[in-house]
């Protein structure tokens, strides 16, 4: 599985096995919810918050994060404007 990542990334990085199954994203969905009411509670959620994580069939929380971080970005410019 790392067979083919150099020795000192192995060595970095713990690797976790898991399904990015459907109800992984639920609960990834749900934390994200909790990031953006604390991070924007005046603000509404994105309607398509929902599908921030899922590329190709799969659902990864490191880019649904990213992409948060992006709309959050994005709210806070909207309100200084």
């Keep these: 599985m790392t067979s083919g990542r150099s ?3 192995r060595h970095r990085f713990k690797v976790w096995p898991f399904l ?11 934390r994200l919810a909790e990031i953006w009411r604390i ?7 994105p309607e398509d918050y929902r ?3 899922w590329d190709e069939g799969t659902f990864s929380m490191r880019l649904a994060l990213d992409r948060l971080e992006d709309a959050l970005l994005r709210s806070k410019m909207e309100v200084a404007v």
């Design 51 to 53: 599908r921030f994580g």
């Design 20 to 30: 990015s199954t459907n109800e992984f994203a639920i609960a990834c969905n749900e």
């Design 7 to 9: 020795r000192p990334l």
């Design 39 to 45: 991070e924007a509670p005046d603000e509404p959620l």
